[in-house]
């Protein structure tokens, strides 16, 4: 294997038996991994998780899906340092938000568009801004807690089915228009 060390005391060793301050085996779990070039990698892992659970989960897991294996360790515990109650959940939770959030806004372009075009009756004006006014009120909320975020979340829901079912109303209305 590439990168694995030669256990002589001439060659470097991995990053984890730096840090960890002992002799780089020559059949070492870690050396793959865990290059010298990088030292704060294995840092970030075995502060969240520790050297030893790393170890038993690299080897008991078969060669081939070892490369993957620490890639997400190393995402999970970077995501933990930033955020110690969450980890990479919080880091989901965050961009699901900024999906719904956009797709929200696109249905309202897509709405404003289609009234633009077929010149809707003057009801349908009253539901657009009471649709951006929704938004504006989403977008002002903070997602401090679990609550918050989910309350949003469901808002966010039913922003998103009125959007489509006012544009699958101005769809067909253009049919008979």
């Known amino acids: 294997m590439a990168g694995v060390q030669s256990g002589s005391s001439s060659a470097t060793p991995c990053a984890s038996c ?3 301050r002992r002799r780089c085996a020559r059949d070492c779990v870690f050396a793959p991994y865990f290059p010298p070039e990088d030292p704060h990698r294995f840092a970030t892992v075995h502060r969240v998780f520790g050297a030893s659970n790393v170890s038993k989960m690299l080897q008991e897991l078969p ?21 110690p109650v969450y980890g990479c959940a919080g880091a989901i939770s965050y961009l699901q938000q900024q999906v719904a959030q956009l797709q929200a806004q696109l249905a309202v372009a897509q709405v404003e568009i289609l009234q633009r075009i077929h010149h809707p009756s003057p009801g349908a004006a009253f539901h657009l801004q009471e649709l951006q006014q929704r938004q504006e009120q989403q977008q002002q909320m903070q997602m401090d807690d679990d609550d918050k975020a989910y309350s949003s979340l469901v808002m966010q829901n039913d922003l ?8 699958a109303c101005l769809k067909k209305e253009s049919l008979w228009t």
């Open 160 to 167: 998103m089915s009125t959007l489509l079912l006012q544009e």
């Open 63 to 83: 060669v081939a899906q070892r490369a993957d294996a620490v890639s997400s360790l190393v995402y999970e515990a970077t995501a933990r340092m930033r955020d």
């Open 18 to 20: 730096k840090l960890l």
